[in-house]
């Protein structure tokens, strides 16, 4: 299964993501580095703006994990 790269841009105002995406790659190190890469581009001035990697069969499936909601981590309780 391929690795997938997006631009993920979170609306703060109603919580939605804008997906865009970047490439495909096979091999897990090269789509890291390509992660790595462009974050590194953007910079951490945005918060709701960031590269995202996912593992999935195809850009449809990789679009609709990127774009379920997660839940809140919580830290410190078990």
Do not use: W
């Not at 703006?49 to 994990?65: G, N, S, V, W, Y």
């Amino acid at each position: 299964m391929p690795y997938f790269v997006y631009f993920v841009t979170v609306n703060p105002a109603n919580n939605t993501k804008k997906l865009e995406y970047v490439d495909k790659l096979d091999s897990y190190k090269e789509a890291r580095e390509l992660a790595r890469t462009k974050r590194a581009e953007i910079g951490g001035a945005n918060v709701n703006h960031d590269c995202r990697l996912i593992f999935a069969k195809t850009q449809p499936e990789a679009e609709k994990l990127l774009s379920a909601p997660r839940e809140e981590r919580i830290i410190g309780e078990d």
